[in-house]
């Protein structure tokens, strides 16, 4: 960790950070704090901007307006001290395709300045802790995806960074995979790093972080506590097809009556969504999805599917805009979710 750290600067502190390209505003005055020694999540779509901030974070970006600090450093004039304190995965960290797993370590361990006998025990403590031992003398071109993300973030704490930026570090994984880096990323927190998630899934952001943003069109529209966002969008989504169409009215009152929710008649004539809360007595969205399903059946009502999962993206940003969050409108519009969570107004 470097010397620049320490006093009670937080790890991120921007105000009104902006980047256009032509006439696109990509990041269009963002206002964030990240407190040490966490996991920030930046929850967003495709093209919300989520890259470009954390670019201009990492000082890869000049901001075009607005102020950035890492731990009070400030990104433009202050560049190189920032650059001492963070790693990118995928960026700093240029991993060799032609090049063994142990190789590039090694190598980049040598780049940092290790000796050859540190930089070898580096690289095999990090294999080890990355599941890629057997994997080690395998060129990097041949990993599967999920051994190249994992690959790629060793390479980016081969020196424990101040602040790591993960850019969507599991997308297009399969779920083992997205697990094994959800273990990596809170071993990374334990020994002391902050972390700057970026992510499309709620859930993954529910799993690794404490605060989350939600970004959308290069602006912050919720902030928050995952706690805090969950009041505001719901603990949970349940699905279910009932096997009678003209059973659904009586199903949708009698839903909206147990849960106490939004009930959403899909689509699909036999389909019904609804989002959970965590319950008065805070035990979660599964004993009321149960106490509904049960209610269903006793007003004879079939049931021929049901799931209960996390909202998605999707249903985050129905919740907080009214609008799926790749439709192109504009945001303007007020919105009436509940809860703690603070909500920016669009300017
Ligand atoms: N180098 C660039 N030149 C022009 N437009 C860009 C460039 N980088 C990003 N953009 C645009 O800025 C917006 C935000 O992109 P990005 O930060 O990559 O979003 P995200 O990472 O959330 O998917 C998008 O509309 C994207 O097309
Ligand atoms: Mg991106």
Do not use: C
Not at 172 to 180: A, C, E, H, K, V
């Amino acid at each position: 960790m470097s010397e620049h750290r320490g006093g009670n600067a937080p790890a991120i502190e921007t105000s009104g950070l902006v980047k256009v390209f032509g006439d696109t505003r990509a990041v269009d005055g963002i206002d964030l704090t990240v407190p040490t020694g966490t996991v920030y999540g930046v929850l967003g779509p495709n093209g919300a901007g989520k890259t470009t901030a954390v670019k201009m974070l990492a000082t890869l970006l000049r901001p075009d307006g607005g102020e950035a600090r890492i731990f009070g450093h400030d990104v433009r004039r202050e560049a190189a001290i920032v650059r001492g304190m963070v790693s990118l995965t995928g960026q700093y960290a240029s991993v060799d395709e032609d090049l063994t797993g142990v190789e590039n370590l090694m190598l980049l361990g040598r780049l940092l300045g290790h000796h050859k006998t540190a930089a070898r025990a580096r690289a095999a403590q990090l294999l080890e802790a990355f599941g890629l031992n057997d994997a080690a003398d395998r060129q990097v071109k041949n990993y599967s995806g999920g051994m190249r993300r994992r690959i790629d973030i060793a390479a980016s704490i081969l020196n424990t960074p101040d602040l790591l930026f993960l850019d969507e570090p599991t997308t297009g994984l399969d779920p083992r995979s997205r697990n094994q880096v959800w273990d990596i990323v809170r071993a990374v927190v334990a020994q002391g790093t902050t972390v700057l998630l970026t992510t499309q899934y709620l859930d993954e952001a529910d799993q690794l972080a404490s605060r989350i943003a939600v970004i959308d069109k290069g602006k912050v529209i919720a902030e928050g506590t995952k706690g805090e966002l969950k009041a505001s969008v719901g603990a949970g989504s349940v699905h279910l097809r009932l096997r009678n169409a003209h059973e659904r009215p009586e199903a949708e009152r009698l839903l909206a009556r147990v849960l106490d929710a939004p009930v959403q008649a899909d689509p699909d004539p036999v389909a019904l969504t609804a989002r959970v809360g965590d319950g008065d007595d805070g035990n979660g969205a599964a004993p009321q999805a149960a106490r509904a399903l049960a209610e269903l059946a006793a007003a004879g009502i079939t049931v021929d599917t049901f799931s209960l999962g996390q909202p998605s993206l999707d249903e985050v940003f129905l919740s907080l805009t009214d609008r799926p969050a790749d439709l192109t409108t504009d945001t303007t519009t007020d919105t009436t979710a509940t809860g703690t969570l603070t909500k920016e107004t669009a300017a």
